[in-house]
């Protein structure tokens, strides 16, 4: 499951929901038992692109934060998710490696984010 790298996080964001959900689809119909892990690992994907999104039109910096928080909430899951996936071999490592370092990678630009707002008020 390669992925795209755009420089926009939303558009990153938005490219690894893709990814989550073919890889729920696929997960979900070989491990029928994983279907509950599989539900979560979709919700808490493709939330962070929908929360950040909701971030860009917030009210106010503070508004724009808590929802960027709620993303970094939602990418800490699915991180611990992918790694449960791997760990139980409930996906090819081939197409969780890729999943697990775009996740980390999404934490760390969220991270980012959040600092900065918090240290720049005015912006």
């Known amino acids: 499951m390669a992925m795209e790298k755009p420089y926009n996080i939303q558009e990153r964001t ?3 929901s893709r990814v989550i959900v073919r890889l729920y689809q696929e997960v979900y119909k070989s491990f029928s038992a994983a279907g509950s892990l599989a ?3 979709l919700h ?28 970094l909430k939602e990418a800490k899951e699915t991180h611990y998710c992918l790694r449960l996936f791997h760990a139980e071999n409930l996906a090819p490592a081939e197409s969780l490696q890729p999943l697990i370092q775009e996740c980390d990678e999404i934490i760390s630009i969220l991270t980012t984010i959040i600092k900065n707002s918090k240290q720049n ?3």
């Open 14 to 16: 938005f490219e690894f």
């Open 39 to 41: 539900k979560q690992l």
């Open 44 to 71: 808490s994907g493709t939330s962070i692109g929908a929360n950040l999104e909701e971030a860009n039109a917030g009210q106010s910096k503070p508004d724009f934060i808590s929802k960027c928080s709620i993303s």
């Open 121 to 123: 008020p005015n912006r």
